[in-house]
C-alpha cells in the first residue's frame, strides 16, 4: 500500500495546512495497535521504561528519547517517508510520538511552538468524530505569525518578546482571533492519516460522550537538515527511515 500525494493534496496541504489520506493503514494495523497499548496501559505487555499505569490512567503517552517498539515502528513506517519528504523537501527525522488513549481537549497551540521546525502526521486508529474529540484546525493558520518560546521572555538586549507578559493559551486565543480565518472540525475514520502543518493553530475538540476512547496516533517529524535543536537543555533523538539515530545538539 503507498501513501503517495496527489497533486491536489499537495496544493490542499499548501493553500489550507493540511491534507488527508484516507485509509493509509488497514484496520487490522489500526486494531493490533490499540490492542498492544491496552496491554501496555494495563501492564499486560512489559517494556523498558514504560511502567504499568493506574487501571484509570488514559492520559496520552509521549515517546521523545525513548520509544516503545510499536510506536516506534508506526513512527517510521515506510509508507510515510514519501509524503513527508515530499511535504519537508528533503528527507524526514522522526523526534517525537504520542498514542492518545481519548480525545484531547488540548488548548489551542501550533506543534511547531514545542517542536520547532516540525511537521506532523495523525492517524485515527478508530472512527473519529464529536462524540469521542475531533481535531478543531484553524484553515490556513500555517500560512500566519509562529508562535515561539522567545516570544514570551525578555530578549538578550533586555526588551519585551513579541507576547511578554501574555499567558500561553490566551495568546493563542488571540493569534487566533487575529488570523480571522475558519475553524473546522476533523472527523476521520478508522486508518485515516492527517498530514499537517506544523504552523497550524489547531486544538482538541469538545467530547460529547465523556469517558469514551478516542485512540489515535501523532508523530512528529523535522527536516533531515534542522540543526540545532533550540529551546531545550537536553539534546533531542531523532531517527531516520533507515533506522540511523542520533541526538541533536542544543544551540
Known amino acids: 500500500m503507498s501513501l503517495e500525494l496527489t497533486a491536489f493534496q499537495f496544493d490542499e496541504f499548501e493553500q489550507r495546512g493540511y491534507t488527508i489520506v484516507r485509509g493509509g493503514f488497514t484496520d487490522s494495523e489500526c486494531d493490533r495497535f490499540v490492542d498492544y497499548m491496552i496491554d ?7 517494556v523498558e521504561g514504560f511502567a504499568p499505569r493506574a487501571a484509570d490512567d488514559w492520559s496520552r503517552l509521549i515517546s521523545r528519547n525513548c520509544h516503545h517498539p510499536m510506536g516506534l515502528s508506526w513512527m517510521l513506517d515506510p509508507r510515510l517517508r514519501q509524503p513527508l519528504s515530499a511535504l519537508l523537501g528533503e528527507e524526514a527525522d522522526g523526534v517525537q510520538s504520542m498514542f492518545f488513549y481519548t480525545g484531547s481537549e488540548q488548548h489551542r497551540h501550533q506543534d511547531a ?8 502526521v495523525w492517524v485515527a486508529l478508530q472512527q473519529v468524530s464529536a ?8 484553515v490556513g493558520s500555517h ?35 487575529r488570523n480571522n480565518l475558519p475553524e473546522i472540525a476533523i472527523e476521520a475514520t478508522k486508518g485515516d492519516v492527517v498530514f499537517f502543518d506544523g504552523r497550524l493553530i489547531h486544538r482538541g475538540g469538545p467530547i460529547l460522550e465523556p469517558g469514551a476512547f478516542r485512540h489515535s496516533w501523532a508523530g512528529h517529524y523535522i527536516p533531515r537538515s534542522y540543526n540545532p535543536w533550540p529551546y531545550e537543555d537536553n539534546p533531542r533523538l531523532r531517527v531516520s527511515f533507515d533506522g540511523v539515530s542520533r541526538f541533536t545538539p542544543t544551540e
Not at 40 to 46: D, P
Not at 131 to 138: D, E, R, V
Open 113 to 120: 511552538f514545542y517542536l520547532p521546525g516540525c511537521m506532523s
Open 131 to 138: 462524540l469521542n474529540g475531533s481535531i478543531q484546525i484553524q
Open 40 to 46: 501496555l496501559q494495563a501492564g499486560r505487555t512489559s
Open 143 to 177: 500560512k500566519g505569525p509562529l508562535l515561539q518560546k522567545c516570544d514570551f521572555h525578555k530578549n538578550d538586549k533586555g526588551g519585551p518578546g513579541a507576547w511578554y507578559g501574555w499567558n500561553q493559551d490566551n495568546a493563542f486565543d488571540e493569534q487566533f482571533t
